[in-house]
């Protein structure tokens, strides 16, 4: 299988009883089926005391978004940029066609802390959102500030969403 964002050969790494295929130059996960949350459940350990604990603490990649959208390793659709748990602010990659999702270096690490409660967004994590959100449905990048400042830039782009019939997690 090839890395869907380096398109390089993935390497299969061990984490307890699992086979996930990993990306030895951006720290990439490919999860399928439950594996994903098979991790999550096992907890911190289960990742940084395997062959994942190079991607725990985001090295390699600082930025969660990237322009060039994805494509599936496994059926070459489009992988869809979503929010994990619908409101956190830890952006995965899924496929469509469900067969797997992708996650970047360090965001396993942010997940896990967004489901303990102790994540706190980083105010250019929450930027880099807003503006891919905005250039997403098409609004103007004049209301973007006036979003950000009113602190309700989450409920404003759902609300937005429904308005223009779009899809955002």
């Known amino acids: 299988m090839e890395c869907p964002r380096c398109e390089v050969p993935t390497q299969q790494a061990a984490c307890r009883g ?85 996650v970047d270096d360090g965001e396993l690490r942010r997940m896990m802390l967004y489901l303990s409660g102790s994540n706190v967004p980083l105010e250019e994590d929450k930027q880099k959102s807003l503006d891919m959100s905005l250039r997403r449905i098409g609004t103007e990048a004049r209301f973007k500030d006036e979003v950000v400042e009113s602190g309700l830039w989450l409920r404003s782009l759902h609300a937005l969403s429904r308005i223009f019939s779009i899809r955002l997690p």
Request: proline share 4%; net charge negative; charged share 25%.
């Open 18 to 102: 699992m086979t996930l295929d990993t990306c030895e130059t951006c720290q990439g996960i490919w999860f399928e089926g439950d594996e994903l949350k098979r991790v999550m459940s096992q907890g911190e350990a289960a990742v940084t005391e395997s062959a994942l604990g190079a991607t725990w603490d985001g090295q390699i990649r600082k930025e969660t978004l990237v322009e060039n959208p994805l494509g599936c390793p496994k059926c070459n659709r489009t992988l869809e940029r979503y929010r994990y748990c619908y409101e956190s602010d830890v952006l995965v990659d899924g496929c469509p066609a469900g067969c797997g999702m992708w």
